[in-house]
């Protein structure tokens, strides 16, 4: 090889530490050229190898009763949801991109996952997203959610898979830095999954899809020590999503699979070629031959650095079948998507990439990959001084205040609890007929398994509120509030997907709060019996405030998947009607507001422990609200959350524009019990007709149960108090967001 | 009666008009390829919606000449009934079968939610089993969906009863606030003066399925089922 | 003084342009196979009030880098004239 040969500085300047540097040195035996240090580069990355985080990960509950794919295993995680149907899911991190170009940056994003669904052989059938962003009324936090919102909406509606659900939340800590998680659900039969495999030698490889670009490379070149300011003109700051090809890939890719010609697939997402070519040759322990110079590009004279490392979007890396090469050419041709052999599987394990008859880099696939010759670190943690001090919050202190409407009315307006029509109304949530919540909304998202009785529930939560005020506590309630919210909805939960958003890493209280926030999953997805399938970790998200560099709020967003074995169990949100009569189910009386919108926005108090949580209670209501609902004998079931109860009243009424009339008959501070964000309770409203069966089956468990008062036509009552008419908050609740967008 | 519906690149609602027709209306009905040169003797022809070519340069614009719609056009000028749905109207609009055009919305944004239409005629076989003035909640998904047409255009249409819906709120009021795109008039859909080829931005085909608690949608595949029966 | 200002906005070179591509891949469906690299932009005009062509220069130009274009992914050019 003739190659430029490497030091440690260069591997400085391609982010690989010294100690890195010699491992490589001693994996090959020799010193690697450029090429196949910046190989090591992007496989060795945070981003590919989960250095920084792996050895957590290992601890989290991988698996359960209807796990059918671990996670690790494949691109995403496999659930069997009966009837012979699987359901594959998982949600990904855009974030860093979305902060530089948010269209394009949160478009590729939803590119990205779409792609590891259907690379397994499944259909999206619906996505979701969770957005946190900086303060709504500055103009860069405005341009970020204009930008992401259209990103996600123009990729995702074009792509035509509905978008069934998400989160918004908004916090100073994200104004630099926004988080844009999107996550992907498909359906596949069981059996027809393609794995992302290489094996049999002289099998042909192929790369199909786009065209290969300088795109995401940039680090990799400003090392190459050659880059001049012409060449510097040639390196794309973004890449381009194109959902047009993207749906077409999906088609194709699809039929593929359904040809049985295909021995295995893997989309490219971070570093590209190198990145599949390693991890399918790895995982079917076999090797490659590569001829770089036969993959298809979009601009002239690329390096093979630049080849292998190109993160162009819409490609895809398949092994066909010796023989079969015609079948897959054909499909291809069909849907008018560039398709070229570039190499073929070879014995050993050994990747040779070739460019113009030249071996440019020779590496042991195994030496390149997760779980094979990456790198796995432990870092040290330490908590941080504001947890100590977060305790010493003596609410007692804090004065009621002077009007109980005002505090509802400000909540209902603020931009965490109003509304987020403005957002999801620009995104297809109807495309594919499956979206059972457009005319019955529901605390999770129901999703109709055309020709079988079952449907699912889809869910993303993480309140970065409670994670920041207690990393274990606070994603133990992430958790359990997705749960909460599959079960309110009619379904089971049945497994998790996670996108854990932390700051750097390298930063002990950062790290503290990843760790903290791993303890608190594993307890609390081993207590639901809600394995984590897979997903992804996000570090170094931080905002430069002032001169200060902080973490953003620690954000590990949880991704539900739940089952519903009959449709017809599926339970909105909203009251019916006037006479129903509305109960509070749980633990009642706990005075508690901590972490609460309420103390956090309107009191003002921005340190305070985690919300009241028992995850016992939580459980036993879960079980509560099955039973309830199996039984019909509830019309609705909302959880508090964000907001406290008088939210989730307010959000009950605004459905069929009903109201309620509640008085508090517990003894607590009145702030806790309207505004205070205690976990595990649900609001229920139940017919006059349905009370003894309902009281029958509360007797039956030991869940407490407060009675609240009755819906109304539209009358807002709390306590004797007239609050005026339903149609009042909902002018505040929809308008609040559109109006500061506007 | 056989519908065919016809897949474009980047179509997106083909197959859920082709469940909806065929598990919901019993129908028989076949998938067309817009490569392809025949309509393998279709009596209904659905163009549905979606981003054919990515609505690259205007919505419609190049599916227009794909091998098809060649076919299509001939099919429509003699008679044949063709109906399209969101992006299978802006086709219908760019291969000038339907009078007018469909323009970016108002607003700018793209816009996904329920709408509620106003029937404005029974002389077309999709409204045909409805009576007028009825209104049918169905939901839009569109970015360029302002219906227009110049004054002469729009003078002859209303004249000649070619408007099928027009937005309007709950109670059938046809209102500014009621009409999500800015479309003139507030025209939902319309069809030619020949009364064969229909076009409507709102889709019918996604409250057609019980198990989505809303089915006024099959309430127009209804009634060209029927109509055709009589 | 009134300038007239002809400005062109096109993607960036380096970059994919997904509606160019579409669009050359139709040109064989016109019959027109020979259309290759079709790459599309924007055209906007507009007027402006200024003492001078350079002033007038300087103030198109700050209009095209701070909204007109956006430098990340697209680059741009103008002509100005007397209006």
Redo the contacts between chains.
Sequence with gaps: MTQTSTTVETAQKLGILPQEYEAITHILGRTPNFTELCAYSGMWSEHCSYKNSIKWLKTLPKDGPHMLAKAGEENAGLVDIGDGLACCFKIESHNHPSA??PY?GAATGVGGINRDIFTMGARPIAQLNSLRFGNIETDRTQWIIRGVV?GI??YG????IPTVGGEVFFDDSFEQNPLVNAMSVGIVKIGKTISATSHGVGNPVYIVG?AT???GIGGAAFASGDLTEDSK?????????????E??LLEATLEVIESNAVVGMQDMGAAGIICSTAEMSAKGMHGMKIDLDKVPT??ADMQPYELLLSE??ERMLVVVKKGEEKIIENIFE???LPCAQIGEVTEGGQLKFYYLGELVADLPAESLVLGGGAPQYEREYTEPAYFAESKKLNSQSISQPKSYKDVAQYLISHPNIASK?WVY?????????V??N???PCDASIV?I??SNKAIALTVDCNSRYVQADPETGTAIAVAEAARNIVCSGGEPSAITNCLNFGNPYNPEAYWQFVGAIKGMTKACKHFQTPVTGGNVSFYNQSKIGDKTIPVFPTPTIGMLGILDQ?TWQTGIGFNQAGDYIFLLGKNGTGDIHSSEYLYSFVGIKNSPAPYFNIDEETSLHELLKSLIRNSAIESAHDISDGGLITTLLESSFVKRTGFDITQTIQERKDAFLFGEAQGRVVVSVQKSHLDLFNSIIAQHTVGVLELGKVTNGEINVDGEKWGQVDDFINLYENSIASRLR | MKFGVITFPGSNCDQDMIYVLKHIMQSDVVNLWHKDHDLQGCEFIILPGGFSYGDYLRSGAIARFSPIMQEVIRFAEKGGYVLGICNGFQILTESQLLPGSLLHNHHQQFLCKNVYLRVETTQSLITAGLTKGDVLKIPIAHGEGRYYADEITLKMIEENDQVLFRYCDGSGQVTNEANPNGAINHIAGVCNAQRNVFGMMPHPERCADTNLHNSDGRKLFESILKTVLV | MIFKASIVVMPLEALLDPQGKAVTGSMKNIGLPEIQNVRIGRHITLTVDAENAEQADAKVNEACSKLLANPIMEYYRFTIEKA
């Design positions: 530089i170009e394009q259209k909406g123009n509606n074009s792509f035509g786009s670009g300088k795109d003109k040639d390196l794309p700051a973004v890449q381009v999503g194109d959902p047009f090809q749906k077409l979009r601009q162009s979007q069909k849907w008018d029509q109304n620009q995104y297809d949530s109807m495309v594919g007929t979206n059972m457009t005319n019955r109709n055309k020709e449709k």
